[in-house]
């Protein structure tokens, strides 16, 4: 079992940065690959990039390329999600997810273990 914990959000302004942090415990908490998604009001949870278990390998969707940056340190079993030259539509709930294993794709089914989320608001 593991558990996550997400933190970071906040309101910020159009443009601005925010970094957002999902620690992990529990089970090998260290050995799995995490996914971030966001979930605006009204609308579906979405999958905004995942990184495996060693930081080698790293997924963005295509909306955040260039601006978001996933990474990790297993040291302190904490995944980042630095977040630049943020949007208005960026307004969301972002949760940070684990799978039972693997490196898993898109999808919101492909995993098991979900954060609680954290609140980033953009304002225009």
């Known amino acids: 079992q593991v558990q996550l914990v997400e933190s970071g959000g906040g309101l910020v302004q159009a443009g601005g940065s925010l970094r957002l942090s999902c620690v992990a415990s529990g089970g090998t908490s260290s050995s799995v690959s995490v996914g971030w998604f966001r979930q605006a009001p009204g609308e579906e949870r979405e999958f905004v990039a995942h990184i495996d278990w060693s930081g080698a390998r790293t997924h963005y969707v295509d909306f955040v390329k260039g601006r978001f940056t996933i990474s990790r340190d297993n040291a302190k079993n904490t995944v980042y999600l630095q977040m630049n030259s943020l949007k208005p539509d960026g307004t969301a709930v972002y949760y940070c997810?684990?799978?039972?294993?693997?490196?898993?794709?898109?999808?919101?089914?492909?995993?098991?273990?979900w954060g609680q989320g954290t609140q980033v608001t953009v304002s225009s």
């Open positions: 997810a684990a799978p039972l294993f693997g490196l898993p794709g898109t999808g919101t089914y492909e995993y098991s273990y």
